[in-house]
Every structure is written in C-alpha cells, then in structure tokens.
Nanobody, 122 residues
Framework: VQLQASGGGLVQAGGSLRLSCVVS??????MGWFRQAPGQEREFVGG????????YYTDSVKGRFTISRDNAKNTMYLQMNSLKREDAAVYYC??????????????????WGQGTQVTVSS
C-alpha cells in the first residue's frame, strides 16, 4: 500500500498549486490532506469522503483550497489558490481504510504519503 504525494514547489504569494496523491495497493474510504510547517505540529487541511460528495476544510483555507478525488485514477487532489506565506509547509496526504470521525484528527487515518514541500514567497 502506497500513497504518493506530488505537485509541491515554489510559488509566489497569490499564486496557485495543485497537489496530487496517487494511491496504490488498495482502495480507501475517506482521505485527507495535512500540513506541517517547521517547528509546528501537523495540522488538518481538508478531507473528502469516498464518493467525493462531501468535503471538509480547516477555516484558514476555506474558499481558497479545494479537495477532489478521481477514484478511477486512484488519485486525490488539492487545488490551492490565493496562496499565502502561512500556507508554506510540507503537505501530506492520508487515507482511511473505513470512514472514521473526526476527519480532522490524524489518529483516524491509517496510511500516509511521504509529503511534498510547498514554499510560498512574498
């Protein structure tokens, strides 16, 4: 079982990036994105249920970030617009074998990707 996150990079403030998380080895239920900045704890960014019909976001990214998934491609996405310097972090994708609440807590996820760095310059 493997989650492979990609799409990170350097972007100017106000710019956009799209992260991808490709899943291999099995199907998963809900999935999520977390991020961790240097010296800070890992924090929830957003989550999505299996069908993609329900999404959840932390307040600081609402209206700017969008999570989606394509189950036919075993891929989850995080579209990040209007990026701010405080969005800079390593972004991790995570997956649940079965849907567990709350999505915002890392302990409810069973598998994790390796992380992709997002750097936002002023």
């Amino acid at each position: 079982v493997q989650l492979q996150a990609s799409g990170g990079g350097l972007v100017q403030a106000g710019g956009s990036l799209r992260l991808s998380c490709v899943v291999s080895g099995r199907t998963f239920s809900s999935m999520g994105w977390f991020r961790q900045a240097p010296g800070q704890e890992r924090e929830f960014v957003g989550g999505i249920n299996w069908s993609g019909g329900s999404t959840y976001y932390t307040d600081s990214v609402k209206g700017r970030f969008t999570i989606s998934r394509d189950n036919a491609k075993n891929t989850m996405y995080l579209q990040m617009n209007s990026l701010k310097r405080e969005d800079a972090a390593v972004y991790y994708c995570a997956a649940q074998r079965v849907a567990r609440w709350p999505y915002s807590e890392s302990r409810t996820y069973d598998y994790w990707g390796q992380g992709t760095q997002v750097t936002v310059s002023s």
